[in-house]
T-cell receptor, first 109, second 116 residues
Framework: AQRVTQPEKLLSVFKGAPVELKCNYS??????LFWYVQYSRQRLQLLLR??SRESIKGFTADLNKGETSFHLKKPFAQEEDSAMYYC???????????FGKGMKLTVNP | NAGVTQTPKFQVLKTGQSMTLQCAQD?????MSWYRQDPGMGLRLIHY???????DQGEVPNGYNVSRSTTEDFPLRLLSAAPSQTSVYFC???????????????FGPGTRLTVL
């Protein structure tokens, strides 16, 4: 069965510091990986997906199949990045998403 | 487009009461799903539907029923509410897996449910 692990629940950094939110997955096939973000009192929204290989709000994430990881990175964190971040996996041929337990990022001024 | 809408935003129930959480989308999405969000547990899939008339169980279906009579609506029914069902419930929708590159899931604003 597929599983998504976000090993850290909380991360607190100062503005301008680099951040890395870790995500590891277990799935034997070819997964699609996503990062969703939930800002305070807002709904979940897609941040980025691995197939797009794009940078959104300065965040990037690279799928490493060898290490089964999809870590989210940003070189210089901003206060507005403070939010809950969820890594999610979708197995091929399915619409169902499997979420990690989430990680709360706090960026201090 | 209104996107994904959910009602009510807040609800307090007594143990044993029943209620229906409403979810609607106006994007003509085939796939709809319900999640519950609990602290330290992330989002867990309750039920999902790949189209009108088709539903299936997710990870935590016990105590919940769903139906999908139209493409737009996907209500979630609590049959006999229990304190363990206190949670935030999110509805989400997306195009089917066949719509390659369009499978982003869109989420509703959530319903915060408290069962006393």
């Amino acid at each position: 069965a597929q599983r998504v692990t976000q090993p850290e629940k909380l991360l607190s950094v100062f503005k301008g510091a680099p951040v890395e939110l870790k995500c590891n997955y277990s799935y034997s096939g070819s997964p699609e990986l996503f990062w969703y973000v939930q800002y305070s009192r807002q709904r979940l929204q897609l941040l980025l997906r691995h197939i797009s290989r794009e940078s959104i709000k300065g965040f990037t994430a690279d799928l490493n199949k060898g290490e089964t990881s999809f870590h989210l990175k940003k070189p210089f964190a901003q206060e507005e990045d403070s939010a809950m971040y969820y890594c999610a996996l979708k197995k091929g041929g399915s619409e169902k998403l499997v979420f990690g337990k989430g990680m709360k990022l706090t960026v201090n001024p | 487009n209104a996107g994904v809408t959910q009602t009510p935003k807040f609800q307090v129930l007594k143990t044993g009461q029943s209620m229906t959480l409403q979810c609607a989308q106006d994007m003509n999405h085939e796939y709809m799903s319900w999640y519950r969000q609990d602290p330290g547990m992330g989002l867990r899939l309750i039920h999902y539907s790949v189209g009108a008339g088709i539903t299936d169980q997710g990870e935590v279906p016990n105590g919940y029923n769903v139906s999908r009579s139209t493409t737009e609506d996907f209500p979630l029914r609590l049959l006999s509410a229990a304190p363990s069902q206190t949670s935030v419930y999110f509805c989400a929708s997306s195009y089917s897996v066949l719509a390659w590159g369009k499978n982003e899931q869109f989420f509703g604003p959530g319903t915060r449910l408290t069962v006393l």
